[in-house]
């Protein structure tokens, strides 16, 4: 008899909760668009990636639907980065920071590590 392993897939780890919420103000930090500042419209909490608004663009075709009304061709859209490229933008140095956790009348409050700027308002 032979010994064959299974290829079963691992799962993925995920975490409780990322450092970025829908509608943060966002820098990203690698990949072609670097340095691009943006706001995060939608998380993939299952896949580990946001959509920040104004970055990474891809072209799509479409194939045209006249049911839906919907024409064909190339379309641009925004593709999901990875959440760990990413980073807090703190408007009172102009840059990207690390968010730490604190307790202010039992709620969390994400506050910016440079400036100690609350990113929760």
């Known amino acids: 008899m032979l010994n ?9 780890s995920l975490p409780a909760h990322y450092h970025v919420k829908k ?3 966002v820098v990203v930090i690698a990949g072609k668009s670097k340095g691009v500042i943006g706001t995060v419209t939608h998380i993939f909490r299952t896949k580990g990636k946001v959509i920040v608004e104004g970055a ?3 072209v799509k075709a479409v194939r045209p639907n006249p049911a839906a009304g919907q024409e064909g061709g190339l379309i641009k859209m925004e593709a999901p980065l ?3 490229k990413v980073m807090l ?5 102009s840059q990207a920071s690390r968010a ?3 307790f202010k009348d039992d709620k969390r409050v994400r506050v910016s590590k440079k400036t100690s700027n609350s990113f929760d308002d």
């Open 4 to 12: 064959v392993k299974s290829s079963k897939r691992k799962s993925k």
């Open 23 to 25: 509608g943060d103000t």
């Open 56 to 58: 990474n663009f891809v």
């Open 82 to 84: 990875n959440v760990s």
């Open 89 to 93: 933008y703190d408007s009172k140095t």
């Open 100 to 102: 730490r956790v604190e």
